[in-house]
């Protein structure tokens, strides 16, 4: 290593020292940002947040509470471009690692983001980086790619961010990518005393692996509270050729919901594999089908999956110490 590299790491490392009380000040700014954050003001928060990037425009923290906040001002787009660079960059800059490259990049940083970097770890502190994950993992999500939700999710869960609400994202995330064996290594911990949500995902992860009399059980347990839970076991019943039973659930269904298409299509079947072809016909023809009703009403059906947590839960981490 020249002379000039380590004059420099030692000049770094006597402003740092220098700086420290001042930075450590500073640095409340996002501890501020973050509380405006968990009470619901986005705006100011983001207000707040571009006006410390403005002075230091490589601070990640701040750019991660930034894409946070647009995230819950509804600028979902412009969330994911920040979130996005905020991962690339702080990837890269964990792989540089304590490499000369690493102290030529420190070197470009302003004197706070040096001064965060020396004790947080090139800026980006492991919990955070959990938060950063969780909240791309929502957003694909939202995005209906599952394959990077679970990626993301994985790394969240590996820092142990927030773990059951990850837990939770995870599994429904594996169900949707039909990854029973995940979905069921992952919810365990969560299924000593699960909410309906969870027990629905318990039942249906059951009933495709084969065990489909412990998944009707659960699914008749759920189906007075959950209606998602009562379509799944109608078209468990429909898949088990008990098609009056099936069809009095989706008559049921419609006398509570008389727009609901599913459950109309599902009865217009019941009707047909019940012998009744010109009334399943009728029904078909009502709801503008143009198709044979024996053309459309196989033997099996897939059991119906929603998303079963549409209100993530954060946790922004405000009191997290450097």
């Known amino acids: 290593m020249s002379k000039k590299i380590i004059g420099t790491f030692f000049m770094i490392s006597f402003l740092v020292g220098l700086i420290s009380p001042l930075l450590a000040q500073a640095y409340l700014e996002e501890v501020r940002a973050c509380h405006l954050l968990q009470e619901g003001k986005a705006e100011e928060a983001l207000q707040l947040l571009e006006r410390k990037l403005k002075r230091y425009p490589n601070n990640f923290d701040c750019h991660l509470y930034k894409g946070v906040a647009l995230y819950f001002l509804g600028k979902k787009e ?15 800059l964990a792989k ?53 939700a679970r990626k993301r999710l994985e790394e969240a869960l590996k820092v142990n961010y927030s ?3 990850v837990r939770r994202q ?28 969870l027990e629905f995902l318990q039942g249906y992860i059951l009933y495709h692996q084969g065990q489909v009399e412990k998944a009707r059980q659960i699914l008749e347990k759920l189906s007075s509270e959950l209606p998602l839970a009562r379509k799944s076991l109608a078209c468990l019943l429909y898949n088990e050729q008990q098609y009056q039973e099936s069809l009095s659930l989706w008559e049921a269904l419609l006398k509570d919901n008389p727009r609901d298409v599913q459950a109309k299509r599902n009865q217009a079947r019941c009707y047909f594999h019940l ?11 009502e709801m503008g089908l143009k198709i044979k009703v ?19 839960e954060f946790d922004f981490l405000c009191d997290l110490k450097k």
Not at 118 to 137: C, D, H, M, P, T
Not at 177 to 193: G, R, S
């Open 78 to 92: 412009a969330a994911f471009d920040v979130l996005n660079k905020v991962e690339f960059e702080t990837e890269k």
């Open 96 to 148: 540089a690692g304590a490499t000369l490259e690493a102290g030529k990049r420190l070197q470009a940083f302003s004197q706070e983001d040096l001064y965060l970097a020396q004790r947080g770890g090139v800026v980006f502190s492991k919990e955070r980086k959990g938060l950063l994950k969780y909240v791309l993992a929502i957003m694909y999500k939202e995005k209906r790619d599952y394959k990077n």
């Open 163 to 165: 773990p059951q609400e």
């Open 170 to 197: 995870l599994g429904l995330i594996n169900c949707f990518l039909k990854d029973y064996k995940a979905a069921e290594k992952v919810l365990q911990p969560l299924l000593v005393n699960p909410e309906p949500e």
């Open 275 to 285: 012998g009744e072809k010109d009334k399943a016909q009728q029904i078909f023809d």
């Open 294 to 312: 024996e053309k459309y009403s196989p033997k099996k059906i897939p059991l119906l999956l929603a998303d079963l947590f549409p209100k993530p």
